[in-house]
């Protein structure tokens, strides 16, 4: 089983390891990326993790996650910022390709959506330079719109690639396909991003039918509805020919299994139905 | 409390009463418009649901549902189109404003989102002339991203207003809060739709933090963190000022209580929340 050109995103067995035993597994079945989130990296700690990972060679795809710029309050939104700061230090202390943006949802008690869109641009400009310093791209990943209310009001590629345009040339997205597989015009605005340099990282999953938990029911590949093939070939057209991260919330199935066995459906899939 | 102005989809109170039930109940509180569905029609006869809500001096502000156009051969796109044909006479008889498209979505075994897409223009257009000669107006539904694979592949206000005038100039859509509150650009599409006289039906309900089910859990007004008001003043902008038709689907919470704390609990709120 061939896994290059596979990254794995480690919340995908999260439940099983920890960031240690999880990047080694990969490594142990020839899988040379992958993606930590930030309480991983807190509990095995940043320089443990940053060790690990640069001992096993591994690209790290992508760190997950800053963002959550949206708060009631000034304080809470300034809290935010600091808080992404310290995401984009870890992240370059662990070579990331890019960090991960979540922008957060409608704040607390709030029915102003687009208000919220407000906060996540003044967010992302705020800590562009500190981005920069430390050679950190920003990739906004557009969330699916039921994540709208209490996870990111940026929900659709075409609008995530509206705001990046709005802020900078060089923020980009990172393309979920759980996220935008159903989104109206999606082959134009893939070819967009690629136009405008702006895909940073690209990760899988499926959709299934019936979902049923709103955020820890994501499919293996091959078990949905998404057609990966042809939104790989879109990617790849638009000029990204990096890793394909698999990433799976998947409390009642994949969270359950051995990881190891996790891992190694994550390659056979991925070479099934993913390229 | 004034219920003018409000209509009832009686799929809210469908656990509680049967149609005759339900429409009676809304009669005593002084509710003058209900929307109900076909199955609902079917179990209590249409000859009497035309009865019962003429009797009512109900105004039926749609008839849910058309569509589900969508199939894996052509045998079943067949039957989907006779079955759309019934159910404009049925919307006929029970003289409503017009028959809700909730369109269909991925066909099963099939990856092919723009391929359904595809059926569903092709089903529209084979009913139009049926449903012209019934004086039925068609009002496509655009429904939560969340439905894509299993319910409807028009996702967006903006990609049914687009379907709609590929179709023809008669060709409306059923704005429904809940599946259209997040998008992007909505105050522009919801202008567009009232430019090109598409509104047909405006729905209202309320989206929850969390949401515990995908498909029922839908929140009464108040309790979620759609701005209603804002909402409403779109539509009347765009010229609509139709009744404001309430539809929850509550297994855990609405469905459970007894229907005329249901009903007078959607007045209640109506009033407070929506206009």
Redesign the interface.
Same mark, same amino acid.
């Given at each position: 089983m061939n896994a290059q050109g596979l990254s794995i995103n480690l919340a995908t067995v999260r439940e099983q390891w920890n960031l240690g035993e999880a990047v080694e597994a990969c490594a142990k079945l020839g899988i040379k990326a992958v993606d930590p989130w930030r309480d991983q990296v807190a509990k095995f700690g940043l320089n443990n993790s940053a060790k690990v990972i640069k001992d096993n060679g591994m690209q790290v795809t992508g760190y997950c996650r800053g963002g959550m710029f949206t708060a009631s309050d000034a304080k809470g939104r300034a809290a935010a910022i600091d808080d992404n700061k310290h995401a984009i230090d870890e992240a370059a202390a662990l070579g990331a390709d890019c960090l991960v943006l979540v922008v957060g949802?409608?704040p607390q008690g709030?029915?102003?959506?687009e208000g919220a869109?407000l906060q996540v641009a003044e967010g992302i400009n705020a800590v562009l330079d500190h981005a920069r310093a430390a050679k950190v791209p920003l990739a906004i990943e557009p969330l699916?719109?039921?994540y !709208? !209310?209490?996870r990111a009001?940026v929900?659709?590629l075409?609008?995530a690639l509206?705001l990046a345009g709005q802020i900078a040339p060089d923020v980009g997205v990172a393309i979920d396909v759980y996220h935008v597989?159903?989104?109206?015009g999606l082959a134009e605005q893939i070819a967009r991003a690629g136009r405008e340099k702006r895909i940073f990282a690209h990760h899988i999953c499926d959709?299934l039918?019936?979902?049923?938990d709103?955020l820890l029911d994501r499919g293996m590949m091959g078990d949905?509805?998404?057609?990966l093939k !042809?939104f790989r070939g879109m990617i790849e057209g638009a000029g990204f020919h990096g890793p394909q991260e698999v990433e799976i919330f998947s409390a009642g199935d994949w969270w359950k299994k051995p990881g190891e066995q996790v891992l190694k459906t994550c390659i056979e899939r991925y070479n099934k139905f993913c390229k």
């Open positions: 949802g409608v709030s029915k102003d959506i869109r699916h719109p039921m !709208a !209310a209490d009001c929900n659709t075409r609008q509206d597989w159903w989104e109206p959709w039918v019936p979902t049923k709103i949905g509805v998404i057609d !042809a």
